[in-house]
């Protein structure tokens, strides 16, 4: 089945805005789209000029990098923009609806609630595994996309192979499967391993890859979206014109280079040593109830007393993310892997801490009630 089918039939039939860049034909003198002749005062660069709307520099490069055809890959602001593309091409406000496992990152549901769509939620096992029949049994005729984050954001599990495939056939001409691998380069290889090359044999898989993380350029804003090249170019008609800064793309192109990719591979390869020091560290403090095992750049830590060790952090100038207010992860907070010294901070503020025994979590609670 063609996926687009499953995609709104207003945005399916919706003639797109042609821009100037996109109309130009060859030529040595542009006046066509009302920019400046000149470049801007701080730069020699033809930034006077709108940027390709689908950079072909970046795209190959791109699609080269992650396995795909040029036309199965849209590049956009970060993997966010592809989750909020989708949510606004297949769920109609006031009728359909997306579905997710909590605990998750949380963009798909905002996005969802914007577009007006459901929120269709098959909860993570207590060891915050993906429950893969839960997901199935929950599915209902309004939900047009499952959002599959692997590894998963805010736990750090990684999600099998098997797993994702048996959801993207059980999907197959009912919803999109999107797998969100904005932390695959940090996961085990023999683990994980992105699921981009499956794209041609189910056609209702999209993947959302990102520079944000591993390749150090969340400032930069660019990320992609792979999938169906129908899916490609329907999204392409919602995006707006001109999606890419000119200074983004410049230095995405000057970061994925030969040597790029070999500083990248370097760094992974210390956040990784550097994520098993930092889970075997935490789990002998004491303060520390458990770390929660990790594929991606960060640990999802339980502590006795998250408040108190999330001030301990802060008072010496350490931020990290709480994230208590997910389901299962009340006492939880989520720390990203720093340089080694920065993580060797973390360990020396909480291993500082007092001693919480369980009698005094109860004079804790006594106290709070009081
Ligand atoms: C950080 C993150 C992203 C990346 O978003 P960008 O828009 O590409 O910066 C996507 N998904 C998850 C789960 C993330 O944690």
Redesign the pocket.
């Known amino acids: 089945m063609n996926p687009v089918e499953l995609a709104r039939p207003e945005i399916r039939s919706l003639q797109p805005y042609s821009s100037a860049r996109m109309e130009a034909a060859d030529g040595s003198i542009w006046l066509n789209a009302n920019e400046s002749p000149w470049p801007p005062f701080a730069s020699t660069a033809d930034w006077n000029r709108y940027p390709d709307p689908q950079p072909a520099a970046l795209v190959a490069r791109l699609s080269g990098l992650y396995g795909v055809g040029r036309d199965e890959l849209l590049a956009g ?7 909020d593309l989708l949510v606004r091409a297949f769920c109609t406000a006031g009728r359909d609806a997306i579905l997710v496992s909590p605990p ?2 949380g ?1 798909y549901a905002v996005c969802a609630r914007v577009q007006g769509a459901g929120v269709v939620e098959a909860p993570l096992r207590r060891d915050f595994s993906l429950n893969v029949d839960a997901l199935l049994a929950a599915m209902t005729p309004a939900v047009k996309l499952v959002f599959v ?1 692997a590894p ?3 736990s750090g599990a990684g999600v099998p192979r098997a797993a994702v495939l048996r959801i993207a056939a059980a999907l197959a001409g009912r919803a999109l499967l999107v797998v ?1 691998e ?2 695959a380069e940090f996961a085990d290889p023999d683990a994980a391993g992105s699921i981009a090359a499956e794209i041609g044999r189910h056609a209702n898989l999209v993947v ?6 591993a390749w150090g350029l ?1 400032g930069a ?3 992609a979206l792979l999938a169906d090249a129908r899916v490609v170019a329907l999204l392409r008609k919602l995006m707006p014109p001109y999606p890419l800064p000119a200074p983004c793309v410049d230095i995405a192109l000057r970061t994925l280079t030969v040597q790029g990719e070999q500083a990248t591979r370097e760094r992974i390869a210390i956040v990784r040593a550097e994520r098993e020091r930092m889970a075997d560290a935490l789990a002998r403090i004491r303060c520390v109830r458990e770390v929660l095992p990790s594929q ?1 750049n960060f640990l999802c830590v339980r502590f006795h007393d998250a408040a108190a060790a999330g001030a301990a952090l802060h008072r010496a100038g350490v931020v990290v993310r709480d994230v208590r207010h997910y389901p299962m992860l009340g006492d939880a907070l989520r720390i990203s892997i720093g340089t080694p010294d920065e993580n060797d901070r973390v360990l020396d503020v909480l291993r500082a801490m007092p001693t919480v025994e369980p009698a005094t979590d109860a004079a804790a609670c006594r106290e709070v009630r009081a």
Request: aromatic share 8%; proline share 4%.
């Open positions: 602001r970060g993997s966010d923009e592809g989750i998750t990152f963009m984050c998963n954001n805010p969100d904005a932390y959302l890859r990102t520079l944000s993380k969340a804003r660019v990320g991606a």
